[in-house]
């Protein structure tokens, strides 16, 4: 069975703070870290997709729009990556649910792209603030 790996998600928006030994998840980390502004769509929920350790440094832009209800939608890969990794990454992404953005006080649709660096999760001081 191959090795998994979490990836760590960049956003254009913000990076993901140093994750060190503590009790938070990447994924409980990264939500607290995100910008929050009702002018963009806020990751609420997020799946970090499993993939082969091969994939580790390898940078992948994903790009979606959130639509009105937080949903992703219309997802395409924007780098040349393989189809392994690019499936599983929109896969990943798919599941991820966001508070939409906000025009005059209600949700709009709203184009995303999301740098996401493959890290290697299995080591306890990874460091998610790359870049």
């Known amino acids: ?21 503590s009790a938070k998840t990447p994924e409980q980390a990264y939500l607290e870290t995100c910008r929050k502004d009702p002018a963009v769509p806020v990751p609420v929920t997020v799946v970090t997709p499993s993939v082969s350790s091969k994939y580790v440094g390898t940078s992948v832009q994903i790009e979606f729009v959130v639509d009105a209800a ?4 219309d997802l395409s890969v924007n780098s040349p ?9 929109v896969d990943a992404v798919k ?14 649709a709203a184009k995303v792209v999301l740098p996401i660096t ?14």
Do not use: C, H, N
Not at 11 to 20: D, K, M, N, Y
Not at 70 to 73: A, F, M, S, W
Not at 121 to 130: I, N, R, V
């Open 1 to 21: 069975m191959k090795t998994a790996t979490k990836l760590a998600v960049l956003l254009s928006l913000g990076v993901l703070a140093p994750f060190a030994a």
């Open 70 to 73: 937080g949903k992703p939608t």
């Open 81 to 89: 990556v393989d189809s392994e990794l690019a499936a599983s990454v």
């Open 95 to 108: 599941q991820w649910r966001f508070t939409p953005a906000l025009r005059d006080g209600a949700p709009v």
């Open 118 to 131: 493959i890290i290697d999760g299995t080591l306890p001081t990874t460091g998610y603030a790359m870049k």
